[in-house]
């Protein structure tokens, strides 16, 4: 019971101050991105083993390097042209392997682009779903916003679904807690909640709406699962004890950051 009033506290401090930052403006939700992408940074890195103060110096610098540069774009500074300038980035991780005489070259791959993928390349979209250039009418706070309420109904009456009804697993070999029960129940309620915004939101079509609520189940969850797997390949239960009741950052925005490039490309395309 403690723990569950625990997580319920700091679940909800913590969706407070995540809707607050979407709302107020795309500079505050870029700050909060910009410590997410730092803390997560290094959470990916202790799961690799990368734990020297220079190797993870290094792979801070290049990933929040990145999301940096990035936001500058994103936030109208510069001109779309200068995100080709992120190649470079792309590039870092082979140098950093050639020079280094501690670490594996296969370790710093997989941290690295793991980190760029995972952390910056998905924070910066979210950053990019502001801009009316891009999405129309649909750009604004109330996309971003939509994006986690989506996974957040999700998460809560999958794990509820799962509790009541679980006997089947999902995924045995790395998440033992998720149920096919709890993932469909999940899915319905994410539904009908995309669908009731849907309703009363004139500026997203509700062919829109569904997808978006489609791909954030299906690929929020196997974004939960890829995190659960480096964590049981690492041989930890949390990635960080950041938040109470929670874990780390990559516990709290693993689904978030996963699923946010699919919704992203499947918005663009429509």
């Known amino acids: 019971m403690k723990e569950l009033f625990t997580r319920s506290i700091s679940g909800l401090v913590f969706g407070i101050v995540v809707v607050a930052c979407i709302i107020l403006s795309p500079w505050a939700l870029a700050l909060l991105l910009l410590l997410?992408?730092?803390?997560?940074?290094f959470e990916m890195c202790r799961l690799h083993?990368?734990?020297g103060p220079l190797h993870l110096g290094i792979v801070e610098a290049l990933i929040t390097g990145s999301f940096v540069f990035g936001c500058i774009v994103a936030l109208g500074l510069l001109s779309y042209r200068w995100l080709l300038l992120e190649t470079f980035f792309m590039f870092i991780p082979f140098l950093f392997a050639l020079f280094s005489k501690q670490l594996r070259h296969d370790t710093i791959f997989s941290c690295c682009?793991?980190?760029i993928l995972f952390?910056?390349?998905?924070s910066l979209m979210m950053l990019f779903m502001y801009r009316q250039d891009m999405f129309g009418v649909?750009?604004?706070s109330w996309l971003v916003l939509l994006v986690f309420v989506l996974l957040w109904v999700n998460d809560i009456f999958a794990y509820l679904t799962g509790k009541l009804l679980g006997k089947h697993k999902l995924f045995e070999r790395i998440s033992p807690g998720k149920t096919i029960e709890g993932s469909i129940g999940g899915l319905l309620f994410t539904i009908i909640a995309v669908v009731a915004f849907g309703h009363y939101a004139d500026w997203l079509p509700m062919n829109a709406a569904v997808g978006m609520g489609v791909i954030a189940v299906v690929f929020g969850t196997l974004g939960d699962l890829c995190e659960s797997m480096l964590k049981r390949q690492a041989g930890v239960k949390d990635s960080g004890r950041l938040i109470p009741g929670h874990g780390g950052i990559l516990d709290r925005f693993d689904s978030v950051?996963?699923?946010?490039?699919?919704i992203f490309v499947y918005l663009l395309l429509l």
């Not at 997410?36 to 940074?41: A, Q």
């Not at 952390?119 to 998905?122: A, F, Q």
């Open 36 to 41: 997410v992408v730092s803390i997560g940074t």
């Open 49 to 51: 083993g990368i734990l």
């Open 113 to 115: 682009y793991a980190s």
């Open 119 to 122: 952390l910056s390349v998905p």
């Open 138 to 140: 649909m750009a604004g």
């Open 257 to 262: 950051l996963f699923s946010v490039p699919f």
